[in-house]
């Protein structure tokens, strides 16, 4: 997804919030790709950040060559991760493709770290599961966040906030 043809679909009047064919909304697409600037015109032009569709976990597996596709670990997790039912949302889809600077633009944008999806696995649970620790100790951290209803100046959901671009 280029900003650019976004941008170009945009301005010619393209719903932020439409699905894909099979279901994928843009903000998730590319916020599991780690498209910075695209996630941020999405936000920007009202991508919801809470917005659920299909899940890409099975997808972003497939593509992933350093994955060992033997492992039952991750035999069970594209099980698990096809079985969602569409209620992934686009923090969850960054979450499992590690990309920080995609969760924190999401958290910023209203993105709720304990979201469900319907198999009831957290934003935070689906980095962990693959691995994503720098992700699951900031998320971790805005959860807490969240639950205190406090923001410290070195938390992530502070930092993130300072990140808020102007709509």
Known sequence: MKPDKIKEL???GADVN??????VLPLQFASALGQKDTVGFLLKHGAAAQGNASSLYS????????????????????DSCTR?????????HAAFAGNLESVKQL????????????????????GRRMHRF???????AAEADEA???????SPSFIASKRLPSK
């Open 10 to 12: 945009v301005d010619r």
């Open 18 to 23: 439409a699905p894909s064919m099979v279901g």
């Open 59 to 78: 997808w972003i597996l497939s593509l992933n060559p350093a994955l060992d596709k033997t492992d039952d670990a991750y035999m069970q997790l594209t």
């Open 84 to 92: 969602s039912g569409g209620a992934d949302t686009a923090l969850h």
């Open 107 to 126: 958290l910023a944008w209203g993105a709720d770290p304990r979201a469900q999806n319907s198999q009831g696995i957290t934003a935070t649970e689906a």
């Open 134 to 140: 720098d992700v699951v100790e900031f998320l971790e």
């Open 148 to 154: 205190k209803g406090v923001l410290q100046p070195h």
